[in-house]
């Protein structure tokens, strides 16, 4: 049964229109992120929420921003999607923001920016 | 901050053999080394994991070995299988907490 379930598993957005990915888990975790992994490379992470605190990496770009109303749901928005945001989105999450809370990802959302 | 370097980025076996993949990471206080498998149109799956406390962990055909003073940990993939096939990364943890710096990865192609 998916733990972590991403939704829709393909996406295809205009240069510049807003576009929202979804994730949900059964889980019941603490913490979710959000990566980026472009073709061929590590998964890059963009930002998490410990519970309802949220974690901005550095170099994540201002055009991403992240919601999470509740426990089982989190959300990616991309305000004004460019070509080199074309990539997998992936969610994850953990029970704890320690290494003794192994990571569970979801299978991902392909978007592609036209 | 951590850099985890992954080696090699492609991989060839032939069924049946052994497929090794080795990291290095930077940052001495790492404790924890997992690594994950990715099939072709999935998420990473964790499919193995090894804590600073122990030099080695096996798994079924599965092994991970980790030298903490040379600050590299390898993966061991025996008597392989063409559903072995797929992308492994290996990860460590970006000072406290779970924020992993993944490897660049390795394609694993096993032959029938």
């Known amino acids: 049964d998916a733990m972590v379930i991403q939704n829709p598993r393909y996406q295809v957005t205009q240069f510049g229109k807003p576009v929202t990915l979804s994730c949900s888990q059964t889980l019941n975790h603490n913490v979710m992120y959000w990566y980026q992994q472009k073709s061929s490379q590590a998964p890059k992470l963009l930002f998490h929420?410990?519970?309802?605190?949220?974690?901005n990496e550095a170099d994540t770009p201002d055009n991403f921003q992240s919601r999470r109303p509740n426990t089982s749901f989190c959300f990616l928005d991309i305000r004004s999607p460019g070509r080199g945001d074309a990539a997998m989105y992936l969610c994850?999450?953990?029970?704890?923001?320690?290494?003794?809370?192994?990571?569970?990802f979801g299978n991902g959302t392909r978007l592609t920016v036209t | 901050g951590e850099n985890v370097e992954q080696h090699p980025s492609t991989l060839s076996v032939q069924e049946g053999d052994s497929a090794v993949i080795k990291c290095t990471y930077s940052d001495s206080a790492s404790n924890y080394f997992p690594w994950y498998k990715q099939e072709l149109g999935k998420g990473p799956q964790l499919i193995i994991d090894i804590r600073s406390n122990v030099g080695e962990k096996k798994d079924q055909r599965i092994a991970v070995t980790l030298n903490k003073t040379a600050k590299h940990f390898s993966l061991h993939i025996t008597e392989t299988q063409p559903e072995d096939s797929a992308v492994y990364f290996c990860?460590?943890?970006?000072?406290?907490?779970?924020?992993?710096?993944f490897g660049g990865g390795t394609r694993v192609l096993v032959k029938p």
């Open positions: 990860a460590a943890p970006r000072a406290a907490g779970n924020k992993l710096t």
């Open positions: 929420y410990y519970d309802k605190d949220f974690n």
């Open positions: 994850a999450t953990s029970r704890e923001g320690t290494d003794n809370s192994p990571l569970h």
